[in-house]
């Protein structure tokens, strides 16, 4: 079983890295058309494209991670957790429009902690991806604070937002595959499921506290496994 669960990720892995390379030749074949367009109402045919390049990247970027996120072995090193953010944070402004957010990001970090590196990512890009999307348009401020405090045992990863919050009925089944807590039509329903998937590999835990029409936030305890 263990021998298939790691064929089937590394046939995942593999899967998804041939997929991005023609899907970005038409990214940048539509870009450089749109460069070069003298007919406005052309367009919405390439903003389209584009459109449908970005979800389909953002899915196989999913993919990715949750090859991340459920292999078994864990590659343990040092982490920076500033280094980390730093790097996360412009692939976040890259990727979304946040201009309109407060983001609050504090890091205490004053002892050495080692984890695994990618799982890490992982659980950062998922928390931080879900609380953009699940921002709630009906408030005048949007906010996200993310707080790390490391010390010598363990490392608290706390993400916090005022979105539109997720209801105490989905509570218990917001971490299983596939579940959207809401009926919103964005995310693919795997997000929270590999955050909880890579927590758990590093034997962590996870909590949630959530009030609907508040805000949510998680908590992501891991031990320090050096």
Same mark, same amino acid.
């Given at each position: ?7 089937? %990720?590394?046939?995942?892995?593999? @899967? ?5 390379? =023609? ?8 870009? @450089? ?10 367009? *919405?045919?390439?903003?389209?494209? +584009?459109?449908?390049?970005?979800? /389909?990247?953002?899915? #196989?970027?999913?993919? /990715?991670?949750?090859?991340?996120? &459920?292999?078994? +072995? ?8 500033? *280094? ?5 944070? *412009? ?15 504090? #890091?205490?970090?004053?002892? =050495? ?9 992982? #659980?950062?890009? %998922?928390?931080?991806? $879900?609380?953009?999307?699940?921002? $709630?348009? +009906?408030?005048? *401020?949007?906010?996200?604070? @993310?707080?790390?405090?490391?010390? !010598?045992? !363990? ?12 209801? !105490?009925?989905?509570? =218990? ?11 919103? %039509? ?19 835990? #996870?909590? /949630? ?11 992501? &305890? ?5």
């Amino acid at each position: 079983l263990k021998k298939l669960h790691t064929e089937m %990720n590394q046939f995942v892995y593999s @899967l998804s890295h041939e997929l991005r390379g =023609p899907l970005m030749s038409i990214s940048g074949v539509s870009k @450089l058309a749109k460069m070069e367009l003298r007919d406005p109402e052309s367009w *919405e045919y390439f903003d389209m494209i +584009d459109s449908a390049t970005g979800k /389909l990247d953002d899915f #196989i970027h999913k993919m /990715l991670d949750f090859y991340r996120s &459920t292999k078994i +072995d864990n590659k343990v090193s040092e982490i920076s957790f500033k *280094e980390i953010l730093d790097q996360q944070l *412009e692939a976040y402004k890259a990727k979304f429009d946040i201009n309109h957010i407060q983001i609050d990001i504090q #890091i205490n970090q004053a002892y =050495p902690f080692f984890s695994d590196d990618s799982k890490i990512r992982v #659980i950062f890009n %998922n928390l931080f991806s $879900n609380s953009v999307q699940f921002q $709630n348009s +009906d408030k005048s *401020e949007n906010k996200i604070s @993310l707080i790390v405090e490391v010390t !010598e045992p !363990e490392a608290t990863i706390t993400l916090s937002d005022n979105g539109i919050g997720i209801e !105490e009925k989905h509570h =218990p089944d917001v971490f299983n595959l596939f579940t959207r807590a809401t009926q919103k %039509n964005v995310g693919t329903g795997l997000g929270l499921y590999m955050v909880k998937e890579a927590v758990e590999q590093m034997g962590g835990k #996870i909590d /949630l506290e959530s009030v609907f029409g508040e805000g949510a936030s998680f908590k992501v &305890t891991l031990p320090n496994m050096k």
